[in-house]
């Protein structure tokens, strides 16, 4: 588990907790063993302008990747740029 | 859930299946008033138990449960009494309770310790230190046996409300 509390985490996910899109990027994460920090969002859609202000939506779930700039959301679009960035391709 | 693909099994669990005795705790057992130290055995004692284990109080499947559970109404036209544990303060219980617009009475177990004597700890990824009963509905009679077990073994995972109204009317 590459859990982290470290802010300095080169990734932040925002994530609700128990969303299964979530738990898919966290699977990922662990898959190769990149270091996150989470942050926990409310499930009401209308109260998550964290999110929207990070990402320019208020989905989750949605990333900050420090260590190439990249923001993203969308559970199948972070899986792609994760497998893309840190998979077996490199 | 159809996702296209796949969600996160969790381990295997040794938690009380039918036939077996639930084992009994005493916490503070909340309604939309008060709360006050109460047992499984007493409450059993009095009707069948529906023990429902949910995520914390507003967590969305604490919703979605509640929600279902309320709508379906078992206990007004069956001998059960509906009861929910989370780890959440009795505080947020309350809260729950109105939210939810229900009847039904919440234990409060913010040390987790009723879900590690059912065997159904969930150790919760990115929040340190912190661990919640995995999703599990038992039905309890008045001698604690329990007559019907669901437990999670996906997360998330919801129980089957079909499956559960069997069980209740079989009782």
New interface residues.
């Given amino acids: ?1 590459s ?1 982290t ?1 470290d802010e300095e985490a080169p990734v932040t ?1 925002y ?7 979530c ?2 990027v ?2 990922k994460l662990d898959e190769y063993d990149l270091d996150y920090h ?1 942050r ?1 969002v ?2 009401m859609h209308s109260d998550r302008n964290v999110v929207k202000r990070v990402s320019g939506a208020r989905t989750v779930p949605a990333i900050v990747d420090e260590s190439t700039g990249v923001t993203m959301s969308e ?1 199948a679009n972070i899986v792609e740029y994760l497998d893309k960035t840190y998979g077996g391709a490199n | 859930m159809e996702l296209g693909f796949e969600v996160v099994d969790l381990p295997e669990t040794d938690h009380p299946t039918e036939g077996e005795e639930a084992p009994d705790f005493t916490r503070p057992l909340v309604t939309d008033e008060q709360w006050e130290d109460a047992g499984l055995s007493e409450l059993a004692a009095d009707h069948p138990v529906l023990l429902v284990f949910h995520p914390m109080d507003g967590s969305f499947p604490a919703t979605y449960v509640w929600n279902e559970l309320r709508d379906r109404a078992f206990e007004e036209t069956h001998d059960v009494q509906v009861v929910g544990l989370s780890i959440s303060s009795p505080y947020e219980h309350m809260t729950l309770i109105d939210d939810r617009e229900m009847a039904y009475p919440l234990f409060s177990d913010p040390q987790n310790g009723v879900a590690e004597a059912y065997d159904i700890v969930n150790d919760l990824d990115g929040m340190a230190g912190v661990s919640e009963p995995r999703p599990a509905v038992f039905l309890v009679d008045s001698e604690r046996t329990v007559q019907y077990a669901w437990v999670a073994e996906e997360w998330p995972d919801f129980p089957d409300y079909d499956e559960v109204a069997e069980a209740v009317e079989a009782i």
């Fill in positions: 588990m859990e509390t996910l994530r609700l907790q128990a969303c299964p899109f738990e898919r966290v699977r989470s926990f409310e499930p559970s």
